[in-house]
Every structure is written in C-alpha cells, then in structure tokens.
C-alpha cells in the first residue's frame, strides 16, 4: 500500500542511513521475536539518555507543514513548546511520537497530511540515532474525529451498537485503518472500550459501543482486527474503564464507585478482549478506582491499575499511552514534573501530550540522573515501542506517497460501504401510528429546524442543511433553520412561523437536558398541528425528554453518512435495523426502562 514518496536525494540518503542504523529489524530468524529484539536493543544501545527520554514521548505541534508552517503556527509552537517546527520538536526533544489534532492545523486535507508525516519522518531519520516517528490521532469516528472529508467518515462506536454486525465494526475499521495508514497515521486512539452504563457520562456516551459488556468486548474485538490488518496500531481506552462516570476527565478527576467484582463483570470485559485480539496498544484513564487502588491516585498513575491489573492479571505486554497529559483530570493531584515520572514508575511507556514538554522531558530526565528512575526502566518501554514500530514496517519504509493517497482515501467504494454500514445503524424508537416512511407525495413539503453543532472533523455538516438537502434529493421540497443547540425565544419563534403550511417538521435535537429549550421548541412545534418528527444527533437518551412528536430516530452522531443514512431511514429508501445498544430511562423515574437494550421498530 505504501511506495516511499519521490524524494530529493538528501530523503534517500536519509532513508538509506536508516536503513543501516535499523536494518535487519525486519530480518527473520529464528526465534523471530528474540532475534528482532536483540536488533532492536543495538539500537537502544546507541541512543544518548536524551534520546530515550524523547523516544517515551508524543507530542503535539502547530502547522500543515513539518518545515514550513504559517506564521501563527510557529509563534503558537515557540509560545508554548519552544521550538518552531515540527522538525525542531523532533530534531530538540527526540520525540518517539508526534499526534495530530484539527485545532493544531495539521489536519487540512489527505495530501497535505502525507506531506507532514514524510517531513516529520525525514526530520527523524537524520538525528544521531535514526528511529522513525510513530504518528498517532484521535480518529473515533462519529463525535470524535480528526482527519475529515474528502477522507471517508464511517459510523462511530454506539452507532455500530445499534448496528450490532461484528463483520461491518471489522469493516469499518479496516477502512477507517487503511486511509489513516496511507496519510502515515499508524496509531490510532480506537477503538473506545469503555462501557457505557451511565447516561449522565459527559464524556464517553456516543463513543462507547454500548452497555452491554459482552456486545461491547465483540466489537471491541472486531474493529481491533479491522484496524490491525490495515497496517494501523489499534488503542483500546480508557483503562480501566471510563463507562460510570458522571464527570468528565478534561476538566475533573472522576471517582469510579465500582467494586473488584463490578469492574470485574462490567469493565474489564472488553479489555480482555481486546488483549485476546493482539492489541497493540491500551490507553490510560485519568479517574480514581478506590476498590482497585486505595491509595486514590489516578489510573494513569496507579501502579497497582497499570503493571498489577493490566500487566499481570491480564497478561498484557503491549505499548501502554497516557491519556493526554494535559488534561486536568492527572494533574489535580501532583505537579506536572512529577506526573510523568510517576506514569512511568506505574507501568506507562508513551507519555501523550503534556502541557509543558520541557518541564516533562527534564524532570523524566532529572529521575534517571538522581537514580528515581532507571535506565533499564526506560529500555524496557522503548523496547516496547520499537516493537510496535518494527511491526507496522516504519523501519523499512517511513514514508507514503501522493499516489498511495490517491488510491486509498475517499475512495468510491470506501465511501459506499460507510453508506451501507450506516444505514444498518439508525434506530427507529418512536413511530405513532405508523407514521413513517414519509412520501413526497404526501409530505412534500419539510421544514428542517434543530442544533447544528460543529462538525467532529471540520468538513461535514451543518447538520439542518445536510438533512434538508438529502431530502431534497429523495423529492421532498425542504427548507432549514438553525436553531441552535439552546434556541432563543425568537429564534423558536421564527421556527413556529416557518412551519406554517408545511407537511412535516423534522427538529435535530442534540443532547437535551431538563432545562434545555430544545424541549420548548418541540413543544411549540408540535402545538402548531404540523407533525413533528425528532432526530437524536447525538445521544439517544433525548427521547426521554420530548413527547408530542410523531417519530422519533437516533442517528447516533451528526456526521454526514450517519444524517444521510437516517433520512433515507426517514424517506423509506432503507429500513430501520438499528436497534438500542443502551437502555433509555425515563428522565423522571431513572428505574424506570422506556426503551430497553434491544428496541427498534420496523416497517411494515
């Protein structure tokens, strides 16, 4: 799949060296795995002190280019790594990893992307001791994603729940896999194995699969395989389980309440399976587990979690990454020079993202030079890492190219299969005397009102005129108004008037609370006498809250192919075969099931 990019001869002179420096990692013998080893230790040998602790970190940096990024970019990389440039990030700290984000600029388009992985590389391959960058994101799919349109967006976790096919979550990996992989992302943050058994999770929701334990560790499994057999590093997180949490870990530090026999049944399930799969890599959470470490530090930080359950109960001997350092939920307990020298002393080998990386860097430093930490410790990590490296062939070929791009992203049967897996997921929880399908011929005319939030991966939406213009290519005559997530009392005013005269208003509700006036805006919808259908573009858990409206779908996230996907559910062009993968409470009564795992109409 990959062809190393046409290169002016200072890249081949690079490679070439690189090649020499790690050659024979790829070399089989027997035993394979001690034999890599013992090469792969050579290299480590070789590294200074500083280059070890660089291979332990990932970090961010601004730009769209490893060179030459824009002017903002380089002052946002001087103001807060010090360094202009990802080469210099690479070229100063040594980094084993760099991760790319959206709001960091690195993620413009396909070709783009290819160009600052091959620079990143290039900046790599020329220090002193020539190792390969693993180049990672958060690409979930669904709510979470970074690397967007003309890229192809398949359906996220829950959506693949209510889908519930373990060979199209493989599928969808596998594509999801093979575009990462031809723009040089091998290490992907996913899949998601916590379980999601807490409606109020702020955090998780959508992007777990479910609350079932069991369906959860399938597909855990199967997009693990999926995204391992197209050439990307799979990351199950968040360990040991970020499912029963009513806070979120960016801005707090969550107390998990579950006993040993809780986690044991209710957590641990689709870690397990992800080991038995081959995982090559597991993330940390930032949350506290008294019953598995009393000493109530973070996940991240407990030696007990890491090396006593992951390791040596579970048998793992994978890459262990922090969750991003950066976030509050592992710094409300210790400093941030203290914090990655405890991750490491836990059992962790990535440190992902800090927000100082000099503070970070030199107190990981300062622990081998004043005896915290041991050099053997830290050898022990990078054997780990290189490992992972040599699997994914970056010591044989780094680089990817123009035309491996080309062949692979977006492509026409990439994007009909996300089409096709999609429209296995909508749900149809709410269809009051068989309301749907919808006709043009009876209810041709259709007004599209809700929340447009921002697209996951920048590209897609806004979510009313992506729905109104799938209708409008089915025949329906349709209109959209934004009315926001919390609509304004003229805002829900205009939406009233606009629905005048019409034969249907469809309204895109987005996480609706007791408070929200979303409720408002339905109410009013529905007291027009015009029917009102819902769609939930992100929880499911909104149906709880509405009441009046003729139908109502769970769409699962407010993509493009999942919208698409649920208005052709809508028109009748597909049937609904999505069914719950999480229970619906009433928003009252929370004993009370409305809609239990398993619910899903049909029609006729």
């Known amino acids: 799949m990959h062809h190393r990019a046409p290169a002016p001869s200072r890249r081949t002179l690079l490679t070439v060296t690189a090649a020499a420096a790690a050659a024979a990692v790829t070399g089989v013998s027997t035993p394979a795995h001690a034999d890599q080893d013992h090469r792969l230790r050579r290299i480590i040998d070789r590294m200074s002190l500083e280059e070890k602790v660089g291979q332990l970190f990932v970090m961010r940096v601004y730009g769209h280019s490893a060179t030459a990024p824009d002017q903002a970019d380089i002052d946002a990389n001087l103001q807060e790594i010090g360094v202009r440039t990802a080469a210099e990030l690479v070229e100063r700290y040594h980094v084993g990893g760099v991760i790319y984000f959206t709001w960091a600029h690195n993620t413009r388009d396909p070709q783009q992307i290819a160009e600052l992985s091959n620079g990143i590389q290039q900046a790599a391959l020329a220090q002193p001791t020539p190792v390969p960058v693993l180049i990672s994101t958060d690409q979930e799919h669904g709510i979470v994603c970074r690397v967007g349109e003309p890229a192809t967006l398949v359906p996220g976790a829950m959506a693949l729940g209510a889908g519930g096919s373990h060979a199209d979550a493989r599928k969808a990996a596998q594509i999801a896999g093979a575009e990462l992989a031809a723009v040089g992302i091998r290490q992907n943050y996913a899949p998601v ?36 057999r197209a050439g990307v ?12 949490t009513a806070v979120d870990s960016h801005y707090g530090l969550p107390t998990i309440t579950h006993t040993r026999a809780q986690w044991a049944e209710l957590d641990a399930p689709p870690f397990r399976s992800a080991v038995a799969a081959g995982i090559d890599s597991i993330m940390t959470a930032h949350i506290v587990v008294p019953a598995l470490d009393p000493s109530e530090d973070p996940a991240t930080l407990s030696r007990p979690i890491l090396t006593g359950i992951l390791r ?25 020079d203290r914090v990655p020298v ?14 100082k990386l000099d503070v970070a860097w030199n107190a990981v430093l300062k ?31 780094a680089y990817v190219s123009r035309a491996g791009v080309e062949r692979v992203v977006g492509t026409a049967a990439h994007l009909a299969q996300a089409d096709r897996i999609a ?32 697209s996951p991966s920048g590209t897609t939406g806004p979510p009313t005129t992506t729905l109104a213009t799938a209708l409008g290519e089915l025949g329906f005559t349709a209109t959209a108004i934004s009315t926001g997530i919390t609509p304004t009392a003229a805002r829900i005013e205009e939406a009233v008037a606009a629905a005048a005269g019409k034969d249907v208003v469809v309204v895109g509700t987005y996480n609706v609370t007791a408070s929200s006036p979303q409720r408002t805006l339905v109410a009013r919808l529905v007291a027009t006498g015009v029917p009102v259908v819902t769609i939930a573009i992100r929880n ?10 003729r139908a109502t779908l769970a769409a699962y996230s407010w993509t493009d192919v999942e919208l698409r996907a649920a208005v052709r559910v809508l028109a009748g062009r597909a049937r609904p075969r999505g069914r719950l993968p999480v229970p619906v409470q009433s928003a009252d009564d929370p004993a009370k099931v409305l809609y239990p795992v398993g619910h899903g109409l049909s029609y006729r």
């Open 233 to 244: 590093a799979a990351t199950s997180k968040h360990f040991p389980g970020h499912g029963d």
């Open 367 to 397: 622990a081998v030079r004043d005896g915290e930490l041991t050099e053997d410790r830290l050898d022990e990590s990078i054997l780990r890492i290189l490992r992972l490296k040599s699997k994914l062939g970056l010591f044989r070929n």
């Open 540 to 549: 499911p858990y909104d149906v709880a809250r509405i009441a009046g409206q």
């Open 342 to 355: 405890l991750a490491l002393k836990a059992g962790v080998d990535q440190l992902l993202n800090p927000p």
């Open 312 to 336: 040596e109960q579970l048998g793992y001997d994978g890459v262990v990454v922090t969750d991003s350092l950066a976030m509050e939920g592992v710094r409300t307990k210790y400093g941030d």
């Open 423 to 454: 429209e296995t997921t909508t749900t149809l929880l709410v269809n009051e005397g068989e309301f749907l399908p919808l006709s043009p011929t009876s209810h041709g005319s259709v007004l599209v009102v809700g929340a447009d939030p921002a």
């Open 193 to 228: 194995a916590d379980v999601n058994v807490n409606p109020a999770n702020p955090v998780i929701g959508v992007r777990s699969f479910g609350s079932d334990p069991a369906a959860v560790a399938g597909l855990v499994a199967a997009q693990v395989k999926g995204y391992q």
